[in-house]
């Protein structure tokens, strides 16, 4: 929605667009339907992408296969646990350091992490990170190696599909990197075909731009509603239940072909939250728009708190207890940390967004932790290996494959599924149950 505005509220002279193809067809009719030119610049990438011919194991269930990375590589996997698995596998098993990138790391942090693994003399020759690479930073990368082409999008497993391999493929072998092509492979020899399918197929044209309406277009809504209509199980029309103005608009919306509505789902949830509140519909707005995980309680606790002083005109904190920063013993503490920044930073934009409510005192103190919570989560990730995990990435991979199967099973069964169904069986007769210290 953020590009749509801006591609049709911006007023320049002309607005310079960089991205795939994929978007071209999109982006000329928005151009029409504003009266516009529209131009084409082609780009062809400067270095060659090359797939490798082999997998980096030899058998799906091979232990110990990332003792054949080298410099420059990147192993892409798509949780937490597998990252530091595979980190602490490869540190014990080569000679080499390893970065890690992940979404939920602050982004100093990410940014920090990127920055060593570029810099030649800093020690650190590999990179294990998740799909964030594929967004935002310049890395120079040798080789992308798929620990899995599986993973969970939070509601159910799915395969990567040809869009989101092509975009974290391209991060190999970039122009005025040290490496002048890039080189993509897969950890599982059964993933090799899905790489050369996704990277030989066309990416589908993007059909839709998204639209979020802003607060004046929900409170003209709520306003008409109000004086014209009821809401659609019969009840009066309350103008300040954002959830539930926000559930009409969205039933009654009409767009155009070019069109999706963007955010309404999670805008809901939020609503929920501060509906009770005697906040105007724009501040309720500005709630439903902060930068919050509305799955993370103590997340949507802090937010409701804020609204709740906001209601009644009082300042707001943080609590120093609660935000101090703890040596992390284990990753799942190193995850907590993370969510705790995350914390801190929807506090503060809370304090840009409504300066009436909090007080410079209340902002530099949760700067000052903020900062002290970047110091600790930097020291773990330097210790990374000293702390516990007890986890497999072999086996979840496995279990993971497994519950696609089933699920595809369940819709279809054809001959290819058949052939992978009963690799997933040979897969679980010799899979072994391996410790931590085995990784």
Not at 109 to 135: E, H, K, W
Not at 224 to 230: A, E, F, P, R, V
Request: glycine letters at 4%.
């Amino acid at each position: 929605w953020a590009w749509t505005r801006a591609l049709l509220g911006l007023r320049c002279k002309e607005i310079h667009v960089a991205g795939g193809l994929e978007a071209r067809e999109l982006v000329e009719r928005l151009a029409a339907a504003c009266g516009d030119e529209f131009e084409l610049n082609e780009y062809d990438r400067f270095s060659d992408l090359i797939i490798s011919e082999e997998s980096l194991a030899k058998a799906s269930n091979e232990k110990g296969s990332y003792k054949a990375v080298q410099p420059g590589d990147a192993i892409v996997a798509f949780s937490r646990n597998d990252i530091f698995a595979i980190k602490r596998e490869i540190e014990r098993t080569t000679p080499f350091k390893c970065c890690v990138i992940y979404g939920s790391l602050p982004p100093q942090i990410r940014t920090q992490q990127a920055r060593q693994f570029n810099d030649p003399n800093s020690g650190y020759d590999i990179l294990v990170a998740s799909d964030a690479i594929g967004m935002g930073l310049n890395l120079s990368i040798r080789r992308i190696i798929f620990n899995s082409m599986f993973k969970s999008n939070g509601e159910r497993i799915i395969q990567l599909d040809h869009s989101s391999v092509k975009q974290i493929c391209g991060r190999a072998g970039r122009r005025n990197s040290p490496y002048p092509n890039g080189e993509v492979t897969v950890r599982d020899p059964a993933d090799l075909k899905h790489l050369r399918q996704c990277m030989s197929t066309e990416i589908r044209p993007i059909a839709k731009a998204g639209l979020l309406p802003t607060a004046s277009h929900f409170q003209l809504f709520a306003d008409s509603m109000k004086k014209y209509g009821t809401m659609d199980d019969g009840e009066t029309f309350d103008e300040n239940v954002l959830h539930k103005i926000l559930l009409q608009f969205n039933d009654m919306a009409r767009l155009r072909r070019d069109y999706r509505l963007c955010r309404m789902t999670q805008m809901r949830l939020i609503a929920r939250w501060v509906d009770d509140l005697e906040l105007t519909l724009p501040d309720k707005y500005s709630f439903c728009m902060a930068p919050v995980n509305e799955t993370d309680d103590r997340s949507m606790k802090l937010l409701k708190q804020f609204a709740s002083k906001l209601a009644y005109n009082a300042t707001t904190g943080v609590n120093r207890r609660e935000f101090f920063a703890r040596q992390p013993g284990s990753l799942e503490e190193l995850s907590i940390l993370c969510a705790q920044f995350h914390r801190l930073e929807l506090f503060l934009w809370l304090c840009q967004k409504f300066p009436t409510t909090s007080n410079m005192i209340e902002e530099q103190q949760a700067t000052k932790l903020k900062e002290e919570c970047i110091d600790v989560i930097h020291d773990g990730l330097s210790r990374a290996n000293q702390l516990s995990l007890d986890h497999c990435y072999l086996r979840r991979d496995r279990n993971l494959r497994a519950s696609w199967a089933k699920e595809k099973k369940d819709g279809r069964v054809d001959d290819e599924l058949h052939e992978f169904i009963h690799e997933l069986d040979d897969f679980d007769d010799t899979l072994q149950q391996y410790e931590v210290d085995d990784i």
